[in-house]
């Protein structure tokens, strides 16, 4: 029985291995987009922001990602879910060095618009499929 249950680990974190190494080819979550038919198209991020429920990302004041999964928030990078850790390191960044120079960092792609918004799916989809797989590993009794 031991060593049936030590192939399900090994399969699992073969499972979790692919999924997370491979995060950048995996379908992305099925989010809710709602614009804000207020305001004029904008792919472009600045400061990302959970809504209070938590069931909800607020990209920019043009794009509302809905239907974050409560699984997404279960899986943790260190003390945060993965999508405040995206909220975290995808976001400019603006700072005055002592020659009054502006340095920024960007994560905006001029090259793909749409990136970060795909990421925030994939980073859901590999946060779910992640607790998924570890709720159906058997209990593990060492010998």
Known sequence: MFVIRCRAFAAAGRKLA???VGYESVKPYQLKAIENPEVPPNWR????KLTKKGDAMIYNDW???????PE???YRLGN????????DQYRVDR???????EIISD????D???AIVRLVGQVVTVSVETMKLIRSLPELKLP
């Open 107 to 110: 994560p905006n792609p001029p």
């Open 80 to 87: 945060r879910s993965a999508p405040a850790w995206v909220i």
């Open 45 to 48: 991020e600045e400061a990302m």
């Open 18 to 20: 692919d999924l997370h």
């Open 72 to 74: 997404a928030h279960e």
């Open 112 to 114: 793909d618009e749409e």
């Open 95 to 101: 700072r005055n060095n002592d020659r009054d120079d």
């Open 63 to 69: 794009l509302t990602l809905h239907g974050l999964s």
